[in-house]
């Protein structure tokens, strides 16, 4: 009888292992892409651009963009993430100084207003290396996102309302 315990917990332990083996694998290999089922590949340009055909000319045009975008975005992101750190330690002794979270506050709202004219602006550049035909199909692409994504939260609502619970 003790030997058939044995066997059987090392037959146990030996497919547990390989199950971790396997595991770690997947992971070494998917994990490079991401989230989600098909995982999220970031790109020379991007999610946005996927199913357009991109000519290799256009693809170098929109990675020169978007890096020529990067060094202005770059030190406003800073400056939001040190915006951050000083609220965080403004509240972190329980003490409330309204004028420096309503100065921060402002200052964030400044610089959130400069991230997205220059999206918009990135945006802009973009579109005007696009064809007529990519445009309509980042068009129709960007519909259909929407659509998803309005879908998602009519079902996270309905989910809530017959759990009881509010998820937004």
Do not use: W
Request: charged share 30%; net charge positive.
């Amino acid at each position: 009888m003790k030997k058939i315990t044995v066997a059987i917990l090392s037959i146990v332990l030996v497919a547990m292992g390989a199950m971790f083996i396997f595991a770690q694998q997947n992971n070494q290999t998917e994990g490079k892409r991401g989230f989600g089922k098909k995982g999220f590949k970031r790109g020379e340009h991007g999610m946005m651009f996927r199913g357009l055909d991109l000519t290799e000319v256009q693809k170098a045009q929109v990675k020169q963009i978007r890096e020529n975008s990067r060094t202005t975005v770059q030190p406003i992101r800073e400056q939001i993430r040190a915006n951050r750190q000083k609220l965080q330690e403004l509240s972190a002794n329980g003490n409330f100084d309204a004028a420096q979270v309503q100065a921060i506050a402002a200052q964030q709202g400044s610089l959130s207003a400069q991230l997205i004219v220059e999206r918009e602006r990135v945006k802009s550049q973009v579109y005007q290396v696009l064809t007529p035909e990519q445009r309509r199909k980042a068009a129709e692409r960007r519909e259909q996102m929407r659509e998803r994504f309005k879908n998602k939260m009519e079902n996270r609502r309905n989910k809530a309302a017959n759990s009881g619970g509010d998820i937004l």
